[in-house]
């Protein structure tokens, strides 16, 4: 199969020559589990503090299509709910607090008896009963993104950071789950080529892999180039394929779904045993930590507990990542929990985060060369420091995939990613604060429109009403007719009543008022003399 290297990237020491030990990290008194992610909807909770769980109890359900179901890791009782900072500082999210019992209770999904005959919509419900979202460190819903109808499907194994090795362990431990994932998928899209891509040193992973799927030639294994970043979805879409995704849209947009294999591990242990996403694997390494392992840690496990199962800090630990070396943000505290989207925890020492005096820009263009994203980072740089968004929207700021290259690069030490970082969070907030004002106003405009719309219809009401009272026919009781003229005799008094209309009431007015002028009221008797 031809590859189609990709612009830019760097050639990094992997720190990855020995394959790390594997263990299960044990059971934390007490798990911290997150409804939502940063930032985004937090799910529906269906429990109570009090509530006693097992582990795969069902705790929330999402609000939207773009969020996925919680369920408990472990046995316990749900100690509090509230919201926590997690690793990713956006926002703090409302997260469940279980206090684990020990005891490992366990409930699953019914499982699904034969994968490969049933409907893909049940099998996308069971992805999506199971929360199963991308465990590559995006964390996007897996059945939105398998929702949709695609010819090729790319199984990501390429994981490129430095010292990660999460995705190697897995493909190594768990190759058949990968292999009938994959196959799951392949029948939910309708893909008729599934790709499954690891960089080439990782040779273990690929003998494992080749070993699952026998003499079967459904799917196809192929090895990438360990030129950071190789996984990156758009980097390793267009290395397979020669295919660029357009910026600003999924890549299902040219057909193509890309899946990392944890995801389609956890997607076949979904299925096929009904098993919800309670785990994940995690690397803990760097020269910060005492002994690297990878962990298969219960979600909601805070880092403190693993770093101490990994024999924890070395003297000299400086800075503690979630993530890789490149990719990584930075942490003020271990208090965090591991979720869905940890990948690794990475613990520098002071050696390596020494900090180097950031000198000028010198314009030597090394940051654009190395770029995987062809953007303009020096441009960008300056476009986010004078805060011109309007220009960094221009450099297409938001296509950036945060690789931090262009940092590692630069020989002015101008940490390039950090800004960038700022300027997407400034753009985040900007357009919620425009929406937020959008929402008010048409909330202003709607209730003005409501009231002059009132206004107007009781204005109407009463001149209608107005209208009616002044052609309506006026009923007049007349008890007492007009006197007889002389020498004619008196008319029985009746009392039928009388139907006059309007014109005839005025003209009785004008007849009264006639009469009054025809007879003037007698003068006063004079008063009588006091005197006589
Ligand atoms: S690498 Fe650094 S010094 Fe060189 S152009 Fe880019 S920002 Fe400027
Ligand atoms: S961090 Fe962004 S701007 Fe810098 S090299 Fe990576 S994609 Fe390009």
Known sequence: MPLYPFPGGLRLPAGKDTLPPFAVCPLPERLIVPLGP??????FCRVAPGQPVRRGTRLADPLDAAGAAVHAPAAGVVAAIGPRVLADPKAPVRC???LVDGTDARETLPPVES???ADPAELLQRIRDAGIV???GAGFPTAIKAGT???HLIVNGAECEPLVQSDDTLMRRQAADVIAGARVLARITGASEVTIALEDRLTAARAALAEALGANTDLRIVTVPSIYPSGGERQLIYSLTGQEVPGGQPATAIGILCQNVATVAAVWRAVRHGEPLTARLVTVAGRGVMRPTVFEVRLGTPFEWVITQAGGYAPDAARLLEGGPMMGIAQPHDAIPVTK?????VVQTTSETAPAMEQPCIRCGECARVCPVRLMPQQLL??????DWAQTQALALRDCIECGCCSHVCPSHIPLVDWYRFGKAELDRRIDTRQRADRSRALFLGRTQRLEREQAERVARVAARKESLAQAAVVVTVETPSAPAAGEPSPAPSTAPRTMDKAAVLAAIARGKARKA??????APPAPDEDA
Request: aromatic share 2%.
């Open 38 to 43: 940063p930032g985004g909807p937090a799910a």
């Open 96 to 98: 469940v607090e279980i």
């Open 115 to 117: 994968p490969f005959d």
């Open 134 to 136: 991308g465990l590559g």
């Open 149 to 151: 109808p695609c010819r």
């Open 341 to 345: 989207t940890t990948t690794a925890i």
């Open 382 to 387: 300056t476009a986010v420091r004078r805060e």
């Open 518 to 523: 025809a007879n003037p009221p007698r003068p």
